[in-house]
């Protein structure tokens, strides 16, 4: 599978909106599958892919992929394998590609969540190492 990112679409082949049945056929099937059915939100799907690095995640009544978490360090964003870049080089690549907004938190299980909201994309680093994206359409 190809692992190149791209910012609101999807990862590879896949796209955001994607069905499941359509996830499933590509990828096949997940090593493990969770339903959350929370009365506050809409349902959702998660598929995790162990292997791959990937945890899918789908919502909606007729779910369709939402987010991606990516942990795959063959990923690649903007041509850069970008699980060998530090917090200051993935800041100068997105601000370079135009998303200058940006916020920064650490989170209470010891990570830093790098945010571009213009991007829906999150960097979680831990000790200036990329651990984790999450992103979304």
Known sequence: MNFAISIKEGIGDLRFKMPVE????LLG???EVENIDNAADEPTTVLR???????LF???????LACIDVENEESTLM???VFDLDERQIVEMMVK???VEQDVDEED????????PEGNIDFFM?????VSIVMGA
Not at 58 to 64: D, K, S, Y
């Open 58 to 64: 789908f919502e909606g009544e007729n779910p369709t």
């Open 22 to 25: 359509e996830v499933s056929a």
């Open 79 to 81: 041509g850069k394998e």
């Open 29 to 31: 099937e997940a090593d």
């Open 97 to 99: 590609n135009g998303y």
């Open 49 to 55: 892919y162990n292997e791959l690095g990937l945890v």
């Open 126 to 130: 831990v000790e200036d190492e990329l």
């Open 109 to 116: 299980w010891g990570e830093r969540r790098v945010s571009f």
